[in-house]
């Protein structure tokens, strides 16, 4: 590769701190279903190191519960344990990348959701005095 040079595609922040937007996340349950949600979230922080906002989940202002096919259930079908766990959500603070302003859903395990994986509490609990 010599005489090339390698440019890398550095991304940007869209969004100032105080700016609101929507962040879609997306479990899969353990019988196969899927749980959509649409969070509106505030931005609280850039971090530009790691190219990410730190958010606050502010109002969750849609969701969605599909079987394996895709197709979607009706409210009253809905798993009441996990979408308890959804709600639980609102007012947390979490880090995700500067990408995720793109609209695209964020896949995650569920034990995010459940509380086994510390993503959506980390940034939550009461700091430790030094």
Known sequence: MLGQRLFLCMT??????????????????????????????????IIPSADKYMVQLVELIAGSQEDKKGIGRDKPDFNKAYWRLVVELIGNRVTVAWEVEDGRPLHMRLATLTGEHDFFTRYNRPQKPQ
Do not use: C, M, S, Y
């Open 12 to 45: 940007q922040a869209k969004h100032n701190i105080g700016d609101f937007f929507i962040i879609q996340f997306v479990w899969t349950l353990p019988d196969g279903d899927f749980i959509r949600t649409l969070f509106k979230a505030e931005v609280l922080d």
